[in-house]
């Protein structure tokens, strides 16, 4: 199990809405809302699949998560995004509650969780952000919300950054470094 703390990541990454990430190549301009439930489903396919490599429990440095980590992130991402979805659809213009997804690592010990089940857990909890995003009618796409930080996000526009999120780690998970 990893002694060394991961650096926290401060950055906001709303801006992935606004152009191309350098890192995944992901374009939210380019995802049709329809799509989103597929895109969910397919990135987090890939982590499950990583999750059962050899050598997914390792980190490949002390400042990257191992592929476990990983997992149980974006396993936990998508638990969020369906409750942020959910409060979207039921409430007018919620108020998101704080998530700090770096204690959550630490609090939960993620290098610690058994790959197979973070697997499964990862299948579940992306079937129910994808199956509630297929949900959606026309008229709710532009229902909105908002952080504590002050970024609002439509229903449609939250899905978007959802995807880049699971992209992204996807993306990391996929490295040839891995």
């Known amino acids: 199990m990893p002694d060394v703390a991961i650096v926290p990541d401060s950055k906001d990454w709303t801006w992935v809405l606004d152009r191309p990430c350098p890192e995944c190549g992901y374009d939210a301009g380019r995802v049709d809302r329809a799509d989103i439930p597929r895109l969910v489903r397919e990135a987090t396919g890939t982590i499950r699949v990583a999750l059962g490599r050899p050598g997914a429990t390792q980190r490949p440095d002390e400042s990257t998560w191992s592929v476990l980590e990983y997992g149980c992130h974006v396993r936990d991402v998508c638990r969020v995004f369906d409750e942020r979805l959910l409060l979207m659809l039921t409430e007018d213009d919620p108020l998101f509650a704080n998530w700090d997804q770096d204690r959550t690592a630490e ?5 610690e969780q058994d790959a197979v089940a973070v697997a499964g857990e990862l299948a579940a909890e992306a079937e129910a952000v994808a199956d509630r995003y297929g949900s959606v009618r026309n008229e709710q796409w532009p229902r909105p ?26 993306h990391d998970v996929s490295r040839d470094r891995r």
């Open 107 to 111: 609090d939960e010990r993620y290098a």
């Open 145 to 170: 919300g908002r952080r504590s930080n002050g970024s609002v996000f439509t229903v449609e526009s939250l899905g978007r950054y959802l995807v880049h999120d699971l992209a992204h780690h996807a």
